[in-house]
């Protein structure tokens, strides 16, 4: 068969992709004579196309997978999707728009089909672009959130939590986007910084039965407010009581502008009394703190909103219909007619956004179901605490501990039609007259009831709502294995729960910390009395070149199919991992990329190469039985132990990037640029073992993170060989040490003479001399005399020099060791102007090392500049260094020649 002279990844990948999925090399099982390992995916939504954020994390836990299966873990990755209701809805409702209709004008039913057929139709999308990323997923299991089975883990989860109260129904003040109209949790209305504005506002004041001091003898009082137009539903202005400015307000009557209707004041020591002016209006319905004071006070809550933020009723008629920013500047006109504006200032506003639609959201008074989370909060901090959970990066576990202690409830109705319908249903008989939060004529089921319970009546209806769609991604460690079927005595999905649960390894990004990961402990603790995962690895953000976080709105995204259909999966994936140090931000470009691209076109060349050798050489090979080796063999493979133990560890310490880069390392740089080039022209039966030994070997550590390159290297070795290798690398065998090296005395030679080799590369660059062959002079003793003329051949090809001579005395030494000293023949050339052209370099050198040194001891250039910016000019400096005092050595030599 013949070996191509160039890698085409494209049509590899789908080759061996097929393959893997028609041989079920994926495929996972309860197995008693083996040990567990398992990676739940953080699902995505089905609504999900492949982006370079999917591409980092999926790749991560495919490295984890891989390794720990050919360490013969019987590892499952545990794939599905997510039904991302809000998300889901708004692109549905944009193919209805298109048609010019909204959802209620088909009806629930009618849109819930829809949404079905498109989930049907478009929901399994990213689930073939992970495909095309090499993922080793048991897609025969694959789970959706919203699938028969999963539902009834949302019901009984419900169920046992409304029936332990935990559970609860109430009219609180909530987050409410307008364009999405629902309800949004804490952790889904993230606050951005905004520019705006606070305007001082007067509100007329009417002299009260008590005596206004001569000083306050004015008719208004100031309110500053950077949202005058929920002021139409203020009730009250409050005051701090400790603040004697104010105190004669609790005498006077206080006359909302506009509305005309009189405020309460009120004292409450929530009130700062620097911010504006020290008075406050307190608008109930409208403000989360005003919300808090309303219910202290005994405030009026007037809803002055619809649910899309158009005023309503409750204004005055010249607003109605207004959307809320046209009727904050409507406002202000009219106040400002009324010379009741005293001034405006800038103002930076943190105002929650909502994260799907990036509405700014709306606080707003609405019957919701909360969860009470400070009971179901106390085994998630104990786990962490004691460190049966684990983070790495270890500063998440303050994060994390400092969000739990501080825990709110948790909103988890939404007003959409897309999700888990809450299985609530109410006695409309029993309801009638009873208050919103009464228990009265509500029954929790999983099934509608055919009557009420209570009385009998069968005019019963569902609740409208459904849940959070983290309320069904909590569960997922658990109810992906058919919980609760599997705890209900099904004998197969209670083997899996028992065999795979807890997991071990949960991956992903800081931005569902709490969203997510908490909340999934939480449930792990409450539901199965055992935590999810014992490990947490959170990565880093996807930014650009200049550290800016990819987004598609800003166009400075990379397309990681693009990236695939160009290079491949595998240089995509190497690329990625060779960048992503554990918990740091990746900072990417599509240069970055060619490290990838280039890795792999190295791979093929030596692969090509070494066995083109063996058949020229026609050398038969049945095993890799390592004898009669000689050093520069044991030397190869001492690196080779090393680069496996290091690898090994790394990955056992989820330190993937440090593990790609030794197996980089020892291909590109041991095995490729010393080895192979050292036995090039001495192929013997015992190299050709050393060499595919350390191929096979090398494919076997890059596997996880490359994996179709080293999978079709390794048919291609058994291919052109006889010998007997494990029939897929999927589940071949993790490499172990060969415990075979040369003497400490010669491995120390070897490697001496390795660097030397590279000095005199970097001499003759200096000196302008690039690939000319000189004559190689070396003074060394006798011990050293013998080593070095027992490896002239490779040594003066490696170094390409014209000859080697061993002597007793140097014109100079431009490199020594504690072994030799070099010197290179160049007497026919003057010294003289070497030294003008290294004083040359030496001065350029010294500028760039100057201006590095400045840079690197400048804060705000440490402070400012990414951390990807900063280690490359560590490293820049670094190298400069070293060049420089190369420079100024080779310049001393020759000076002192003369």
Request: charged share 30%; hydrophobic share 40%; glycine share 4%.
């Amino acid at each position: 068969m013949e070996i191509p002279s160039k890698y085409d990844p494209k049509p590899v990948e789908e080759k061996i992709y097929q393959k893997w999925l028609n041989e079920k090399k994926f495929a996972a099982r309860a197995n008693p004579s083996k040990r567990p390992f398992c990676i739940v995916i953080p699902p995505p939504n089905v609504t999900g196309i492949l982006h370079m954020g999917h591409a980092l994390n999926n790749t991560i836990q495919d490295v984890l997978i891989r390794f720990r299966r050919m360490q013969g873990y019987e590892s499952l990755w545990m794939p599905g999707t997510d039904h991302a209701g809000i998300a889901t809805q708004n692109v549905v409702e944009k193919e209805l728009a298109k048609e010019r209709l909204k959802k209620e004008d088909i009806g629930r039913e009618k849109f819930l089909e829809r949404l079905w057929d498109w989930t049907d139709k478009h929901g399994s999308t990213i689930i073939e672009q992970l495909k095309k990323l090499g993922a080793s997923c048991d897609w025969d299991r694959t789970r959706f959130t919203m699938d028969k089975e999963y539902s009834e883990a949302v019901k009984e989860v419900f169920i046992k939590l409304y029936e332990k109260e935990l559970i609860y129904r109430g009219n609180y003040i909530i987050n409410w986007c307008p364009r999405c109209e629902t309800a949004l949790s804490d952790e889904e209305s993230p606050h951005k910084e905004i520019d705006g504005w606070l305007y001082y506002i007067r509100y007329p004041v009417e002299q009260g039965g008590g005596k206004i001091p001569s000083k306050f003898r004015i008719n208004y009082i100031i309110v500053a407010t950077t949202r005058p137009e929920t002021m139409l539903g203020d009730t009250a202005v409050a005051i701090n009581p400790r603040d004697t400015r104010y105190q004669y307000l609790k005498n006077a009557k206080v006359i909302l502008p506009i509305v005309e209707r009189e405020l309460k004041v009120v004292e409450d020591e929530a009130v700062d009394p620097e911010f504006g002016t020290g008075v406050v209006k307190v608008t109930p319905a409208h403000d989360p703190a005003d919300f808090q004071m309303g219910k202290k006070h005994n405030l009026e809550f007037i809803n002055i909103m619809n649910p899309d933020s158009t005023l309503n009723q409750n204004v005055p008629e010249d607003f109605i219909g207004m959307d809320r920013f046209e009727a904050r500047q409507a406002i202000l006109e009219v106040l400002q007619e009324k010379k009741l504006i005293e001034k405006r200032e800038p103002y930076r506003i943190s105002a929650g956004h909502c994260y799907r639609c990036h509405t700014i959201i709306e606080p707003r008074v609405s019957p919701q179901w909360f969860v009470r989370m400070r009971p179901l909060a106390q085994g998630a901090i104990k786990v962490v605490e004691e460190d049966k959970v684990t983070f790495l990066p270890q500063r998440w576990k303050k994060v994390y501990l400092n969000w739990v202690h501080n825990i709110q409830d948790w909103c988890i109705s939404r007003q959409i039609w897309w999700g888990h319908r809450l299985p609530v249903y109410y006695c409309k008989d029993c309801r009638e007259g009873v208050e919103e939060e009464s228990k009265k004529g509500v029954i929790v089921a999983k099934e509608k009831p055919p009557t009420c319970p209570a009385c009998g009546s069968s005019t019963i209806t569902q609740d409208n709502d459904v849940l959070d769609t983290w309320f069904s991604s909590w569960l997922w460690p658990f109810a992906t294995f058919h919980w609760p079927q599997s705890e209900h005595g099904e004998e197969k999905a209670k083997a899996d729960l028992d065999y795979f649960y807890p997991t071990n390894v949960l991956v992903t990004a800081s931005e569902i910390l709490f969203f997510w990961v908490a909340r999934m402990i939480m449930a792990g603790m409450e539901f199965m009395n055992q935590i999810p995962f014992d490990k947490v690895l959170i990565h880093g953000t996807v930014r650009d070149a200049k550290g800016i976080k990819m987004s598609k709105s800003l166009g400075n995204i990379i397309d990681p199919l693009d990236i695939i259909e160009k290079f491949g999966a595998d240089a995509l994936r190497f690329s990625l991992m060779l960048l992503a140090a554990s918990g740091s931000d990746v900072y990417l470009s599509d240069e970055k990329f060619l490290v990838g691209r280039n890795f792999c076109n190295k791979i093929w060349n030596a692969t090509r190469l070494c066995l083109l050798k063996i058949k020229e050489n026609k050398i038969k090979v049945s095993d890799l039985e390592l004898k009669e080796l000689e050093d520069i063999d044991k030397w190869c493979l001492q690196q080779l132990d090393e680069t496996i133990n290091q690898a090994t560890k790394s990955l056992q310490d989820l330190s993937i990037n440090d593990a790609t880069k030794k197996a980089y390392d020892f291909f590109w740089h041991t095995f490729c640029d010393w080895y192979l080039e050292i036995i090039k022209d001495n192929f013997t039966a015992a190299k050709t073992k050393v060499l595919l030994h350390s191929l096979v070997t090398s494919m076997k550590l890059l596997h996880p993170v490359m994996p179709f390159i080293t999978q079709e290297v390794f048919t291609l070795i058994k291919e052109h060989s006889s010998l007997k290798l494990e029939d897929s690398l999927v589940s071949a065998s993790w490499p172990k040490p060969s415990n075979i090296a040369p003497k400490e005395s010669e491995a120390a030679k070897l490697n001496l003479l390795v660097e030397t080799i590279r000095q005199i590369r970097n001499i003759k660059t200096d000196l302008g001399l690039g690939a000319k062959k000189l004559h190689l002079e070396i003074k060394a003793g006798p011990k050293a005399e013998e080593f070095l003329r027992a490896n002239a051949t490779w040594i003066m090809r490696l170094s390409a020099s014209q000859s080697l001579d061993i002597k007793p005395k140097l014109a100079r030494t431009l490199y020594k060791n504690a072994l030799w000293e070099i010197n290179l023949g160049i007497e026919d050339i003057d010294a003289e102007s070497f030294v003008t052209s290294l004083e040359k370099k030496i001065s350029k050198i010294q500028t760039i090392f100057e201006k590095a040194s400045v840079r690197l001891t400048d804060q705000r250039f440490l402070d400012n500049a990414s951390p990807d910016t900063v280690e490359n000019e560590k490293a820049k400096f670094e190298e400069i260094s070293l060049q420089l005092k190369r420079l100024q050595e080779l310049r001393k030599a020759f000076m002192d020649q003369k």
